[in-house]
């Protein structure tokens, strides 16, 4: 499903975020990103969203080289990706409901389609009745399981996830992590960036540990 | 092509409702293309008005001709027969000289000069209505009566007429830069609307873009957005117009009846509307267009 080889990545102005990083996930895999604050975790899962490009080496994902795809190519691979991001990224001036409407409406389905399908996925994350509240009238877990039910609304198979769980009290990230723990056991595979391990235990993840951009 | 029509639709719902969260910024914009169009669209209209007004005072060029002050009224009637005869001329009113004097002499200080000159200075003449009313043939009769014998003098009477016509020439010259001129203007508004409007919208694009939106996605309500601020200028300008010759058209008609003249002040029709509005629309449209190639590439 992903699939790194001797995958780096600089920054423009700063030193390797990456350094020859090979790896692979299989399909239907739960996999852990572990690692200190500034070790290259969401460099990692940005070069499987194709958000940034490779310095060196390949990433394959469902067979295809994204760091070489052209630009025009880059919606349709992440519209088959659940992202769940760091900082979030809601649309704060939209509704809860509309913002897990915006990846439906993207792939153009038609809105009361849209709809009934983001009320489902809305429901999933239990914000079902929070649909009109604007994000800023939500907690911090609200949020952060409202960004969870825009990610999973195209129903990908493959769900990326960046310290979902962070800043979040024990019974909330608990709750978080098992709507991730569902979503493995219907079989898709998802792969998060996290420094709370043991909230996955259950389904005996496997476990990535990156320092200053190399792979343990 | 369902989805195709879903887009739009959504694209026009989202511009419409960018439209409505800023409405003062909207309104302003809209004003302010409303009035850049309103100016040459006035313009527009005013010639038009002015060319329907020529064509009212003078419904047909004539010829005056003029017989030499010597001739009898002999001479006038044969000359009478040819013009008769003549092909190129529709008809003709004999103006005898005692009649021209009568009617002078009513003229208010022109009794008294006429009186002390002591004979009758006016020549017998023909007021002569051309077949055709094309300037060339005009020019061309004229040139024939003259080298009649015993004729003295022709004159064009609507030498006014075609001079007013090439004055207009030159306005509708001076009209079609300014419209251009105010063309470009309403573009640079939309131009700087649009990139406000990308300023506004900088995390929904990127947010959008993360979630597999492409370029097409992103652009359409934006050009939604200015083709719709052109619309609404487009009628702004066109309601501006409207009113305008709405409040004129009262004076001009009594200004008309001073002159004998019964004008009414035309407005834009339908036809001239929609192209108002198209052309609107098209320039908002390009301004957003032009606007977006500039400020969506820095994301
Ligand atoms: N856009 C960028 N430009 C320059 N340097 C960057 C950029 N993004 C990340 N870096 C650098 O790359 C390194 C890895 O960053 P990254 O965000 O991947 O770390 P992380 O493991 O996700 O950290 P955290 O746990 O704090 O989120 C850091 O040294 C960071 O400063
Ligand atoms: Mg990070």
Redesign the interface.
Same mark, same amino acid.
């Given at each position: 499903m992903i699939r790194f080889e001797h995958a780096s990545k600089r920054y423009p102005g700063s030193i390797a975020a990456l350094s020859d990083v090979s790896f692979e996930v299989a399909r239907g895999e739960l996999v852990l990103v572990g690692g200190h604050s500034g070790a290259g975790k969401s460099t990692l899962l940005k070069l499987v969203a194709a958000i940034e490009r490779p310095s060196g080496g390949t990433v394959l994902v469902n067979g295809q080289n994204v760091g070489a795809l052209r630009p025009r190519a880059i919606p349709y691979l992440r519209r088959n990706l659940g992202l769940v991001f760091q900082d979030q990224k809601l649309l704060f001036d939209r509704s809860a409901l509309d913002n897990v409407v915006l990846p439906l409406a993207i792939a153009g389905l038609p809105p009361r389609e849209a709809a009934k399908r983001a009320r489902a996925a809305l429901d999933k994350v239990g914000l079902l009745a929070r649909e009109k509240a604007m994000p800023i009238a939500l907690s911090g877990g609200e949020q952060q399981r409202l960004s969870i039910a825009r990610a999973v609304v195209n129903r990908p198979n493959l769900l990326l996830a960046d310290e979902p769980t962070a800043h979040l009290d024990a019974e909330t990230a608990r709750d978080v992590a098992d709507i991730f723990l569902d979503f493995h056991r219907v079989g898709v595979t998802v792969f998060i960036a996290t420094y709370d391990d043991h909230y996955f235990e259950a389904a005996a993840p496997r476990k990535l540990v990156l320092s200053h951009g190399q792979l343990q | 092509m369902?989805?195709?029509l879903?887009?739009h639709r !959504?694209a026009l719902t989202l511009a419409l409702r960018r439209l409505r969260a800023a409405p003062l910024n909207s309104l302003l914009s809209i004003l302010a293309i409303g009035i850049a169009l309103a100016l040459p669209s006035g313009g527009y209209l005013l010639l038009s008005n002015l060319q329907r007004l020529a064509q009212k005072a003078a419904p047909t060029p004539r010829l005056s001709l003029f017989l030499s002050i010597d001739s009898d009224r002999r001479t006038a009637s044969e000359l009478g027969v040819r013009l008769k005869a003549h092909a190129g001329i529709s008809s003709y009113i004999f103006l005898p000289r005692e009649q021209t004097l009568a009617r002078m002499k009513k003229n208010e200080g022109l009794g008294d000069v006429i009186d002390a000159l002591g004979h009758n200075p006016f020549p017998d003449a023909y007021a002569i209505t051309p077949a055709s009313s094309a300037p060339e043939a005009m020019e061309a009769l004229a040139a024939e009566l003259r080298g009649w014998p015993k004729v003295e003098h022709i004159q064009i009477d609507s030498a006014w007429v075609r001079r007013l016509d090439a004055l207009l020439n030159l306005g509708r010259s001076g009209l079609a830069l300014l419209a251009a001129l105010l063309g470009g203007g309403l573009v640079a508004i939309t131009f700087n609307t649009i990139r406000l409007q990308v300023l506004t919208q900088r !995390? +929904?694009i +990127?947010?959008?873009? %993360? %979630?597999? !939106?492409?370029?097409a996605?992103i652009r359409r309500p934006f050009h939604y957005f200015g083709a719709l601020l052109g619309l609404a200028g487009g009628l702004a300008a066109w309601l501006i117009v409207s009113l305008a010759t709405l409040a004129l058209r009262g004076p001009v008609n009594q200004l008309g009846q001073l002159y004998a003249l019964n004008f009414d002040l035309a407005t834009l029709g339908p036809v001239e509307a929609c192209w108002l509005l198209f052309a609107a629309t098209l320039l908002g449209l390009g301004g957003a267009a032009i606007s977006l190639r500039q400020h969506l590439k820095q994301h």
């Open positions: - | 369902k989805t195709w879903t887009q !959504a !995390a +929904e +990127e947010v959008s873009r %993360l %979630l597999g !939106a492409t370029d996605f």
